[in-house]
């Protein structure tokens, strides 16, 4: 059937049914159909679709092709530049897509695109004690999370959420539904897997899912000076630990930085007794305080860490800038750098209303796969910095400079080195085609020649996404 409107088209691809698509003039057009996370970056799709299943997915980008209009999936909703609702775009928002099972001989789970982290560590804990590494923040679509990599507390010793993926149900540009795995179309699941809202909309996932450990030690050191010396102290300690070939995979580690604290965090997976036998307290300055707390029921503490992030306010949409970037073993930061780094922190002046630096270790089991085997290229980085400051209103220029000055200082040391950004921390301030090489290093080329494929009207696009024939 030919539709004379776009309108008349997602209705129809939607069942008939109005209430699944809103359009800007629509009354109840707002915020809370939108929901930007990043309010700092206004926009407005042309349509916002909320498709009960895979086929209305795909009717729902046919009609985007045939009425001109650009594509991008939205499952969570927390890019940092809001691309899952692009202005003049049709967004598919995947919040109904909330499927689960479980084969119980296998191992395998089938998740739903729409489903938040949340949703799976309690899905996956409550069907046999199981689960797969992510991140934190649990209001996080694993739609979204799984497509750009997911890396977390459980990264170093079981890899990344993308590791897990073993095929995907994907509708493609062209409005069919194919399989992506290893052995179907092995092309598009490597770049799926990790530029994945670049080639098309993932609706179902299975995951190879990991036995949950039974016990895991959180631990938290906490340091009150924030004076520019005390804080170099701890970092240098920091990153010499992290640093060590030693370093068990069973040990995560975070370092938090923020104008009023300095936090050591993460997990232990084993006994208590072999997390004392660490001894990690003796790598660094005097903590004013450390604790640590033995969790058997694996879901638990993944709801700890949640609600921590969630009481943060780092969840809620906000004004902010963030920057993300990858440190290898090459090109860790000398001291002289890293005491004029924090000196910095201290004399610069901000307009921002709150700021956080966290360091993140990587390597272990993330290291474990190749940096072409999946479009994710950080594999070999010792360690991500990422670098947030939130604001009261829009970000003023003085803010943004504030983090890239902050960059700045840290490369110094090696300013001509690849460094890399996590490409789940996007920074649309950054120019559209540095950014992609940043996000996709080595990876970039093969793929632009992918996208020719299986998009090369570029229907799948937001602002940094990968172009035919880069």
């Known amino acids: 059937m030919v539709y004379q409107t776009i309108a008349k088209c997602l209705t129809a691809a939607l069942g008939g049914y109005s209430t699944l698509v809103v359009f800007p003039n ?43 209009y650009k594509v991008q999936p939205k499952s969570g909703g927390h890019s940092y530049g809001n691309y899952g609702s692009s202005t003049g775009e049709i967004s598919v928002n995947l919040g109904n897509l909330q499927h689960f099972a479980m084969d119980d001989s296998t191992h395998v789970a089938t998740i739903g695109a729409g489903l938040l982290l949340a949703n799976v560590s309690e899905l996956l804990y409550n069907a046999g004690q199981r689960f797969i590494p992510h991140g934190t923040c649990l209001q996080v679509g694993i739609g979204g999370h799984a497509t750009v990599g997911g890396a977390g507390p459980s990264s170093r010793l079981v890899g990344l959420t993308l590791d897990h993926i073993s095929s995907v149900e994907v509708v493609l540009a062209n409005a069919s539904v194919t399989t992506a795995s290893l052995t179907q179309n092995p092309d598009l699941f490597f770049a799926l897997r990790g530029a994945g809202a670049s080639f098309g909309i993932i609706t179902s996932f299975q995951f190879r899912t990991e036995p949950a450990p039974p016990q895991t030690i959180n631990y938290v050191f906490t340091w009150n000076a924030t004076d520019a010396a005390s804080r170099a102290a701890i970092f240098k300690s920091w990153q010499q630990y992290i640093s060590n070939s030693t370093l068990p995979r069973q040990l995560s580690s975070t370092l938090t930085m923020n104008p009023f604290i300095s936090l050591m965090a993460g997990a232990y997976f084993g006994s208590r007794a072999d997390f004392d036998a660490l001894r990690i307290a003796q790598f660094f300055p005097p903590a004013s305080t450390f604790t640590a707390e033995v969790f058997t029921n694996y879901h638990s503490l993944t709801e700890l860490w949640g609600q921590q992030i969630q009481d943060s306010g780092i969840a809620d949409p906000s004004y902010f800038y963030a920057k993300s970037l990858g440190f290898r073993p090459a090109t860790i930061i000398p001291d002289a750098v890293v005491d004029n780094m924090f000196t910095y922190l201290s004399a610069t002046k901000t307009d921002a209303a709150f700021w956080a630096l966290n360091f993140e270790v990587g390597l272990g089991a993330i290291a474990d796969v190749a940096i072409n085997a999946t479009a994710n290229p950080a594999r070999d980085a010792l360690y991500f910095m990422l670098s947030y400051a939130k604001s009261a209103g829009p970000v003023t220029a003085n803010t943004t400079q504030f983090l890239n000055g902050l960059n700045a200082v840290a490369k110094s040391a090696h300013p001509s080195a690849f460094y890399g950004e996590y490409v789940g921390y996007v920074d649309p301030k950054e120019d559209d085609r540095v950014a992609r090489r940043n996000y996709w290093g080595s990876n970039l080329e093969r793929l632009g020649l992918v996208k020719g494929v299986w998009d090369p009207r570029d229907v799948f696009h937001n602002q940094q996404s990968v172009r035919v024939g880069e």
């Open 26 to 68: 629509a009354a109840n057009y707002s915020s809370n159909i939108v929901r930007p996370y990043n309010l700092d970056y206004q926009v407005r799709p042309a349509a916002v679709a909320f498709p009960q299943n895979t086929q209305q997915v795909a009717a729902v980008v046919k009609c985007a092709v045939d009425f001109g």
